[in-house]
Every structure is written in structure tokens, then in C-alpha cells.
């Protein structure tokens, strides 16, 4: 005998993860017998600010049958190949983390262990001349590849910065088509089921309540159900990322927009540029036990490239986890779930994780524990894979002009990054646990880019032939490079695609 369907989904809160939630929930589960609503206040504001994303974003935005260009058109949307980092090893370093891959495996060793050993013997360049990505973006190119076209350019890997409270207009114009209702109102009141603890109903400003057989709880930092009407719990992660606060403000576009992210790294935090089409995004993540607001403010105000277009917002959180990311009928999504900061730009991909992942574990009203569970344990993994990356960045640097950078330095780490670092710094090998979402050339680049080496490549490449080896990497690094100066930059790109805002 089957159990009864789930009929009524309630989204407590707008913004992205919201927004978010109820096209794709309206897109995979939207008929007449099941009611998709979502609640928000204009009253409550919003954490939008300029986005910088990862691949999978297009997995997302393809699933919901999103348009690419009418995305960015819609969304003043720029193309993103990888993240620049300055000042991060030591002062006056550049590196940068492209997305795809290095060159290619020769006979099933991976690319970059060919390039240590080429380097070892003087040769090979720098490692950014075989990522595609990363060549495209030294020249301020871009082109998307075209589909079933084998080039060089189809080794090449993007994403997107877009304006995130127009991303969330954008997604609202298109759940509303699918069917969600959005109710207007303050939630004053939670009401339980007083056997199961279920949550039953919410109650707004009003006096109307909402009912519902599941709730998403996409309300921020704040978690009104997950954390304050159930207690789900935090677990604080600030001793590894000791980051509490952050500026964001935005410019006027000094030029034609870059195709990547920057992030600079500070006395005691790191700032953050995202080119968008109609201006560029800007801010100082920083830890407010080692650095004051005025000397954030004053060192985001001397490193900006545009002219000012409003003063900075302050925004305070606390870097970790809820313990239960699912508890009773409530999934928490987006900040009210967790929170990473934005280095890695992961902050997207953890909203459309927890939602790919619950629309696989979709439950029957009587709700089981093994789905709940199961989903919990995958959202743990996810957001403790890109905790342990995040940390990397600060602990693989040799900076000694400040406190901070001391203390990040020396800190101890968890046992799942120590035996990465264990691995590497022996003959550069990286194993990945699982289906983590950062690859072996993610590693890599950072290990590379900070100047942690190994003591030497793996012995298996003493089997190949060098001149062969050496052969390869200048015919990958010459194709690549020849590719990447054909293309054109990516405001002609965007507006040649129709891609281009006019507004």
C-alpha cells in the first residue's frame, strides 16, 4: 500500500535560496494536487549583493530549461573561468584557480605530475599554460565551446557572476508561471504538532496561518524554524575560519568587465571583486577579533577600481553548520542551513545541492528517517568538503606581517585536510574521498599557487619517455595559447550572443 503524497510545500522566506527552491520545486513537482507557496515580507531585506559562482550552476539553471543568455541578460550576468588570487602565499604573489582541468592524462598518470617532473628538469613553464581556462582568462577572452566540436576551446570550463537579487526576480517571474503562490507577511508565530513535533502551521502578522505537510526553511542567518522553532543546533566552525564579517559595496565599471573573480588577500581577511555588466560587485571579508570595521572600511575604500556607487553594508555571521540540516519536516536551505564564506564562491552550489538532493530523497507525508538521514550525512560531507578547501587557502601560506596570518598559519586543521597535506608535500598526489565537489586540479592550483611543493613527482612518470613528455606539454601550452588570442573579449562576446543587458 503506498503512503500518502505530500500535497502542500511551504517555503518560509524569498531571497535566492528561495526563489531558487520553488522554480525547481515547481518545475519537478508542480500539479494540481500538490501546492508549492512561498513566504516573504518585503519588510525583511535580503543578502543581495553581486554572485560569483561554479559550473554546476549551469547544471542547475539547464534542469529548470533557463535560457543561457536570457539569464544573463536578465540578471546584468557576466561569464566567470576561475578565480585570481593576489597576496595570498606571500605578499605580491598572483595565482590563479581555473575551472576545468590541466592538459590531459598521458597513459592514465595525471597531467600535473608530468608537469613537476618537466619542471624538475628546468622546462614546462608555468602550470596556468595548460588549463584553457586559464590562459583564456590572462587574455580577457572568451567563448563558450560549441557542442560536439572538439578543440581546444572545448576544454574550456565557466560559470557566471550575476546580480543575486535579480537572479531571485528572475526565478520568482518563473515559479509563479509554474504555479507558486507567494504569500506576503511576517511569520510571528510557529505552531507544532504537540505528538510529533512536526511543524503544522506558520502564523503571520495578520493572523492568517499557512499549514503544510513539509516546510523549507530558506529565512538566513536567522533559521526561524530549523534553529528557532526546532533547535536543531549549530556547530561552529570559526576556530578553522575565523572570518566574522564582511563590507560589500558596489562600483561603476572602470572597463570592459574581466571573465574571473579576484581575491585579494589583507592584513587580517581578503577582498573580493566581481565584474557584473552594470557594475562591479565589491568586498571585505574580514575577522573582527583582529582587524576593526574602520580599518576594513579604509582598506576596501583604497583597493577599488570604480568610481563609488553607495557606501558599504555590514553583514556579521558565524562560518559553520547546522547539526541537522533536515529535522522533523523542516529542510533548511541557503544561509539558514550553514554558512561558508564566499572564497571558493560555493555559497549558489550549497542551495542547489540541498535542493538537487531532497528533490532525489523526496518524501511521503509520513516522512522517514532513512531519507532524512541519508540527507543529512550528504549535506555534512558536502559542506565539510568545502570547509577543508576553504581552510587550505589559509593554511598554505607563509605570510608573517600580522597576528592573523600567524594564527592561520600555525593552526591545527582537521584530520580529513592534514592527510591531503601529508599526501602532497610527499610526491603531489591528491586522492579524493567520495564525490567531492572540488577535483584534483582544484588542489593543485592552490597547493602550486602558494607555493607548497612537493618533494617530488610520482615515481611512476620515470617510466615515460621525457622528450616525449616535454613534447606534449608545448603542443598543449602552444594550442591553447593560440586558441585563447583568437577569441574575443566578453563584453563583444555578450553582446555579439544578445547576452548583453540594455538596462
Not at 570592459?256 to 552594470?278: E, K, N, V, Y
Amino acid at each position: 500500500m503506498s503512503e500518502e503524497p505530500i500535497g502542500r510545500i511551504v517555503i518560509v522566506g524569498g531571497g535566492t535560496a528561495g526563489w531558487m527552491a520553488a522554480a525547481a520545486l515547481s518545475r519537478y513537482f508542480g500539479t494540481a494536487d500538490r501546492r508549492v507557496t512561498l513566504i516573504e515580507s518585503d519588510a525583511i531585506g535580503t543578502v543581495g549583493v553581486g554572485e560569483a559562482t561554479i559550473p554546476p550552476i549551469r547544471t542547475f539553471n539547464a534542469k529548470l530549461e533557463i535560457p543561457e543568455d536570457e539569464f544573463l541578460r536578465a540578471t546584468n550576468g557576466t561569464f566567470k573561468l576561475g578565480i585570481e588570487f593576489v597576496n595570498w602565499g606571500q605578499i605580491g604573489d598572483r595565482y590563479f584557480h581555473p575551472f576545468g582541468f590541466y592538459g590531459q592524462e598521458f597513459h592514465g598518470i595525471a597531467f600535473h605530475q608530468l608537469w613537476l617532473s618537466e619542471r624538475e628538469r628546468g622546462g614546462g613553464g608555468k602550470i596556468d599554460d595548460y588549463a584553457m581556462s586559464a590562459v583564456a582568462a590572462a587574455e580577457r577572452r572568451f567563448a563558450r565551446p560549441e557542442p560536439g566540436i572538439q578543440s581546444p576551446l572545448a576544454h574550456l570550463q565557466y560559470a557566471f557572476h550575476f546580480d543575486a537579487s535579480l537572479y531571485a526576480r528572475y526565478l520568482r517571474k518563473r515559479a509563479e508561471a509554474q504555479g507558486v503562490e507567494r504569500c506576503e507577511g511576517k511569520i510571528v508565530k510557529v505552531h507544532r504538532n504537540s505528538e510529533s513535533g512536526d511543524v503544522d502551521s506558520v502564523q503571520l502578522e495578520n493572523g492568517e496561518r499557512i499549514s503544510g505537510d513539509i516546510f523549507l526553511d530558506c529565512s538566513g542567518f536567522r533559521g526561524l524554524l530549523i534553529e528557532e522553532a526546532l533547535g536543531a543546533g549549530y556547530e561552529d566552525w570559526s576556530h578553522w575560519l575565523p572570518m566574522d564579517s564582511a563590507l560589500a559595496m558596489p562600483t561603476a565599471n572602470a572597463g570592459s568587465p574581466d571573465p574571473f573573480t579576484r581575491s585579494t588577500a589583507h592584513s587580517a581577511g581578503w577582498q573580493w571583486r566581481i565584474p557584473l555588466q552594470h557594475r562591479t560587485g565589491n568586498g571585505h571579508v574580514f575577522c573582527s577579533e583582529y582587524m576593526s570595521q574602520e580599518e576594513a572600511d579604509r582598506l576596501l575604500k583604497e583597493n577599488l577600481g570604480g568610481e563609488i556607487l553607495s557606501e558599504p553594508r555590514l553583514l556579521r555571521f558565524k562560518t559553520g553548520m547546522r547539526k541537522k540540516a533536515w529535522s522533523h519536516n523542516v529542510v533548511s536551505l541557503g544561509l539558514s542551513s550553514g554558512f561558508l564564506e564566499p572564497l571558493e564562491s560555493t555559497s549558489i552550489h550549497l542551495i542547489q545541492n540541498g535542493i538537487a538532493k531532497f528533490i532525489s530523497l523526496f518524501p511521503d507525508r509520513s516522512i522517514s528517517p532513512v531519507e532524512r538521514d541519508e540527507y543529512n550525512r550528504i549535506m555534512r560531507a558536502s559542506y565539510e568538503d568545502i570547509r577543508d578547501f576553504i581552510i587550505l587557502h589559509y593554511k598554505a601560506t607563509q605570510r608573517d606581517d600580522s597576528e592573523f596570518w600567524r594564527y592561520v598559519r600555525d593552526m591545527d586543521i582537521p584530520e580529513t585536510l592534514k592527510r591531503k597535506f601529508d599526501l602532497w608535500r610527499l610526491h603531489g598526489r591528491i586522492f579524493r574521498d567520495q564525490a567531492e565537489l572540488f577535483a584534483t586540479p582544484s588542489w593543485v592550483a592552490v597547493m602550486i599557487g602558494q607555493n607548497i611543493w612537493p618533494g617530488g613527482h610520482d615515481p611512476i612518470v620515470a617510466s615515460l619517455n621525457s622528450n616525449e613528455v616535454a613534447a606534449t606539454l608545448r603542443h598543449i601550452a602552444n594550442a591553447y595559447s593560440q586558441t585563447a588570442k583568437q577569441l574575443p573579449t566578453q563584453e563583444e562576446y555578450l553582446r555579439r550572443t544578445g547576452a548583453w543587458s540594455n538596462a
